[in-house]
């Protein structure tokens, strides 16, 4: 069973970076053609992809995003991290780890989410 857990800060300042991991177990993050993501939601919108990494170390990146968003991973730890720079309140939201896209066609396992604030 895969389990992913996201952590970090609840509160991050305007024009700061929101950094966040996550923490996988019951599977490798370097496991073949495996890709895990970054998703966030926003009350009243959808679930918004912002990237992921890949098994092979490759990165990808929504076009919307590509300038403040980096995805880094930590494969002694099982672990990825998400970086979102120069923060504004629009980011405001709940974000989640999965495994999914690009290398597979579905997410098949989500961690529960963390509320992360953007407020001074």
């Known amino acids: 069973q895969v389990q992913l857990q996201e952590s970090g800060p609840g509160l991050v300042k305007p024009s700061q970076t929101l950094s966040l991991t996550c923490t996988v177990s019951g599977g490798s993050i370097t496991a073949k053609d495996s890709s895990w993501s970054w998703i966030r939601q926003s009350p009243g919108k959808g679930l918004e992809w912002m990237g992921a990494?890949?098994?092979?170390?490759?990165?990808y990146y929504s076009p919307s995003l590509r300038s403040q968003t980096s995805i880094s991973r930590d494969t002694s730890k099982n672990q990825f991290s998400l970086r979102l720079s120069s923060v504004t309140p629009e980011d405001t939201a709940v974000y989640y780890c999965?495994?999914?896209?690009?290398?597979?066609?579905?997410?098949?396992?989500w961690g529960q989410g963390t509320q992360v604030t953007v407020s001074s």
């Open positions: 990494i890949a098994y092979d170390g490759n990165f």
């Open positions: 999965a495994r999914g896209p690009p290398l597979w066609a579905t997410y098949d396992y």
